[in-house]
């Protein structure tokens, strides 16, 4: 019977890695397919940010960074430090080719990680951008609540249910074929009471 199984253990180790591999990929493509991928204008982007009152003391991290248009103007107009993330490397990649159109200075002040967002450490963060889908927003809330007082949170288009925006949010900003409202939260976050 030992004769039979060392073969099996020895096919049974690649198959073992394989199944893990098809299944943190299947994972990851379910995470992509949750949020698509769809750009937020200039002009929403340049609101997010003076709405959120950045500085060059700040770190700005924007969860699904897309082609890092955040990110890069964050580290351009305020001098700060600013950090984008997306699960998909395709978008990372984008997120590369907009930092080397920076000039090198402010190159050093961005990074780009290909990570799952709701693994991500966001304690190094003083201001939170996303454009991602209300059900996600909501799953981000047990980390939003992590970060530090005083710390600000900015969506495009989309609110964080059960959570109170700051007064006077959500503000409409005009676009070119449609509106797009930008919501803004600071911490600590006002949890709704469940009725």
């Known amino acids: ?3 039979y199984i060392r073969p099996l253990l020895f096919v049974a180790g690649p198959l073992a890695l394989a199944l893990a591999l098809v299944t943190s990929t299947a994972a990851e493509e379910k995470v992509k397919k949750d949020v698509p991928y769809v750009p937020t204008p ?12 950045v500085t060059e003391k700040d770190v700005v991290y924007d ?3 897309g082609d890092g248009r955040i990110v890069c103007t964050a580290a351009k107009t305020y001098k700060c430090k600013a950090a984008g993330f997306d699960i998909d490397p395709e978008r990372i990649d984008d997120s590369e080719k907009s930092k080397s159109k920076l000039d090198k200075d402010i190159q050093k002040l961005v990074t780009f ?3 799952n967002i709701f693994d991500l450490d966001l304690s190094g963060a003083s201001v939170v951008t996303m454009y991602l889908l209300p059900d996600v927003n909501v799953k981000m809330i047990p980390q939003l609540k992590k970060l530090k007082d005083g710390s600000r949170i900015v969506s495009h288009d989309f609110d964080m249910e059960g959570v ?3 007064k006077g949010y ?4 005009k ?3 449609r509106n797009h409202d930008v919501y803004l939260w600071t911490t600590p976050l006002k949890v709704e009471k469940k009725k």
Do not use: F, Y
Request: hydrophobic fraction near 30%; charged fraction near 35%.
């Open 170 to 173: 959500p503000i409409t900003v």
């Open 63 to 65: 969860l699904g960074c």
């Open 42 to 53: 200039q002009k929403v982007v340049d609101k997010m940010l003076e709405v959120a009152k």
């Open 1 to 3: 019977m030992r004769n």
């Open 113 to 115: 990680e290909k990570k």
């Open 175 to 177: 676009g070119d074929n």
């Open 164 to 166: 109170t925006p700051d």
